[in-house]
């Protein structure tokens, strides 16, 4: 319980921080990004992995390279050895730029650039996606 506590306070302190450079980003223009950038690669159902990338159910918080359901990168497993769990600031930087996070990653995703984009998607995965 208090690892969630502590998830939904840095969602609301990420969200806060950058609320005041980036307009508020919508349910729908997170759902938008996730079907135009992720949907061909994850799902975001419980055990909805797909062969090129594992489900983002429960993304924000859970072990990096945790779903056992998929097989993960080498740059993955050591992105994990380094960092605990996804946090939505490392979320952040990782769809920003994957390979500056992973180096060596196999995400096909090149970055999102749009900071109001990346924090809608966020936003979305955490409300939609059985994020805390």
Known sequence: ???????AAA????????????PAPSTA???HVYRQQCFSCHAV??????????????IIG???????????SPALRRLAERRRRWTP???????????????????GLLGIEDPTERRALI?????????P
Not at 62 to 72: L, Q, S, V
Not at 98 to 104: I, M, N, Q, T
Request: charged content about 20%.
């Open 89 to 107: 600031q490392l979320l952040d930087r990782f769809i920003t730029d994957p390979e500056s996070v992973a180096p060596g990653t196999e995400m």
């Open 29 to 31: 223009q997170g759902e």
């Open 62 to 72: 859970r072990p990096i390279a945790g779903d056992p359901g998929f097989d993960y």
């Open 1 to 7: 319980m208090r690892l969630h506590f502590g998830l």
């Open 123 to 131: 936003e979305w995965l955490r409300r939609s996606a059985g994020s």
């Open 45 to 58: 159902e419980a055990g909805g992995s797909t062969p090129a990338g594992p489900t983002l159910h429960g």
């Open 11 to 22: 969602v609301a302190a990420a969200v806060a921080a950058c609320g005041a450079r980036y």
